[in-house]
């Protein structure tokens, strides 16, 4: 699995499985996990507003227990919800989120949003080099070039949380616009590189250095967004994939926009 380096030395792989999802079925979680790490994910993403953790857990353990994998071999991501921001909070909800998932340690802790709930993030004691990641809305309908380079300069490696760019309900000005679907250019690059749309939208961030977090509950395309290590796109048909731009934020997090430090 390809991987890229935090500047603490880490290694992360380029592509992980995302498990958000606003209904699912019970034991859905667990399904597309067990499904993610027989597929190849080394990296898993979950979080303690997900409501999964129980079931995410459920599903690397039981990969564990069948030796299809070591603990070791994983990369578990989960994230602090906003109302845990301050100091005195952050580790019980690390600890609720660890019982949770039956582990006894992660491999990353986000805080979720750059937002606090109820009280303001008590982050001044944080050094400055302990900012080496961060998880942003990239796709190709928001390239966010500036705010990449600005990353990569301070040695921030960015994440691409919803990599796939789809049209938010919570969006309606931009249904109709979803050119990752039906722009025919996408097709004819997928087409000669036996790939899908999905596949090329994700190969197209990944030559760009980011890594990328597709969810899915379906079998066949978790399988299928893993296999994007086999092709290259040239320059030219990078270009193409990223004049999708249309600075389209699909999670705009307007449920926030009263609270403090809302970055929108």
């Keep these: 699995m390809i991987s890229a380096e935090l500047n603490n030395g880490i290694e992360m792989p380029m592509i992980g499985l995302g498990t958000y999802a606003r209904i699912a079925e019970p034991g859905q979680y667990q399904q597309a996990v067990e499904w993610g790490i027989e597929a190849g994910y ?8 997900y409501n999964n953790e129980k079931e995410v857990g459920k599903g690397i353990q039981n990969k564990i227990k069948e030796g299809l994998v070591t603990r070791e071999d994983l990369f578990v991501t989960t994230k602090l919800w906003n109302d845990c921001h301050a100091e005195k909070d952050v580790i019980p909800s690390l ?9 006894d340690y992660i491999d990353l802790y986000l805080i979720h949003w750059p937002v606090s ?6 982050i001044n004691n944080i050094k400055r080099q302990s900012f080496y990641f961060t998880l942003l809305l990239i796709n190709p309908t928001l390239t966010q070039h500036k705010l990449v380079d600005y990353c990569k300069k301070h040695s921030i490696l960015p994440v691409a949380y919803t990599p796939l760019g789809l049209i938010s309900e919570a969006r309606p000005e931009f249904i109709g616009k979803d050119t990752i679907k039906t722009d025919p250019k996408l097709g004819e690059i997928a087409k000669k590189y036996g790939k899908t749309r999905a596949q090329v939208a994700l190969r197209y961030l990944i030559q760009r250095g980011i890594p990328v977090l597709p969810k899915s509950f379906t079998k066949s395309r978790i399988e299928e967004n893993l296999d994007i290590f086999n092709f290259a796109l040239s320059n030219e048909e990078m270009a193409v994939v990223d004049s999708y731009n249309i600075d389209h934020r699909c999670v705009p997090g307007t449920a926030f926009k009263n609270f403090s430090y809302y970055p929108f």
């Design 117 to 122: 709930v109820d009280v303001k993030p008590q």
């Design 95 to 103: 600890k609720e989120s660890l019982a949770r998932l039956n582990l």
């Design 42 to 49: 080394k990296h898993i993403d979950t979080a303690s507003c």
